[in-house]
């Protein structure tokens, strides 16, 4: 009876592998390094969470932790943007994303784009490889059926303005991050497709100043395909078919995806779907970092700092 009852007896539970203290002694001095050379930099040039202003940390380990959370499940959010649904309920083009866009996703996401925090670029890029995995992975109810063994993963070109402002382009660093960290699906394979047509500044317009009627017109046969004989990637001459996958990085009404898809199938691509890193739904009128973005960003700050008091 002890015997049986020893054996029922569950054994005391372990850390996790990757959470415990490394084995080499040279591991130990890398990281002791790092974590040195990490608060000197903090040291010099000052940091704080930008989801809760906790002090020297870019994203503190709560705020992280709540980023992971956020994007654990990937999800189906093609049925909220305007501009990829029809009249009578159809789905123009499937689109996945790692997480809806607010509270700890929505203030990195800002803080990444428009606040220089190109730091984030690393746990913005593991949630955006949660979603690439969701949709290269096996068939399931939101996904019926299986990608083929090789797809073009075709990112959503950012225009001259948001690179001279920026010094970067976000969905290519995003992509940097992913590559770097071997966290790419084997099947996928980056291919910088599409580019923006040229036009003239009296005809420009920023995507985030307006609404839903005005998105879809103002990038209305703005992409193109890029000229054959690229120097990191050269187009065939015929597509035939090949099968391809849209990114970009916050979904508002889907009016950017639809007409990079346009673009594509044009050109005889095979448009599959489209990967994004959040999802939003813009109200008429309203930019994607407006008021309502403003709202989630300060309300989850407001209760993580309420639940460290």
């Given at each position: 009876m002890n015997t049986d009852t020893a054996a029922q007896a569950p054994s005391a539970p372990r850390p996790a592998s990757h959470r415990g203290s490394p084995g080499p002694a040279w591991l130990r001095a890398w990281l002791g390094a790092e974590s040195a050379w990490r608060d000197f930099l903090f040291l010099v040039m000052p940091s704080e969470c930008v989801?809760?202003?906790?002090?020297d940390h870019a994203l503190c380990p709560e705020c992280s932790a709540e980023l992971r959370r956020e994007t654990a499940r990937p999800r189906r959010v093609d049925g909220s943007a305007d501009a990829l649904v029809g009249v009578a309920g159809e789905t123009y083009l499937p689109v996945?994303?790692?997480g809806v866009y607010r509270d700890a996703l929505s203030a990195s996401i800002l803080a990444f784009k428009n606040h220089g925090r190109t730091e984030l670029a690393a746990p913005l890029g593991r949630c955006l490889a949660r979603a690439l995995d969701h949709v290269a992975g096996p068939p399931d109810?939101?996904?019926p059926q299986s990608l083929p063994p090789q797809v073009w993963l075709v990112p959503i070109p950012g225009t001259g303005s948001g690179w001279r402002r920026r010094g970067y382009d976000p969905v290519a660093m995003l992509l940097k991050a992913v590559r770097k960290e071997g966290r790419m699906p084997p099947q996928l394979a980056v291919a910088p497709v599409l580019g923006?047509?040229?036009?003239?500044?009296?005809n420009r317009s920023h995507q985030k100043g307006l609404g839903r009627a005005e998105r879809?017109?103002?990038v209305r046969n703005t992409m193109k395909i890029r000229h054959p004989g690229g120097r990191r990637f050269r187009l065939l001459a015929n597509p035939c078919g090949q099968a391809v996958l849209l990114l970009d990085?916050?979904?508002t009404t889907g009016s950017t995806l639809r007409e990079g898809a346009k673009t594509l199938a044009n050109a005889g691509f095979d448009v599959r779907g489209a990967v994004v890193l959040a999802a939003?739904?813009?109200p008429e009128g309203e930019a994607e970092n407006g008021p309502l973005g403003r709202l989630a960003e300060n309300s989850f700050r407001q209760k993580m700092n309420k639940s460290r008091q």
């Open positions: 989801v809760c202003g906790r002090e996945v994303a790692a109810r939101l996904r923006i047509r040229a036009r003239a500044p009296w879809r017109s103002n990085d916050v979904l939003s739904r813009a």
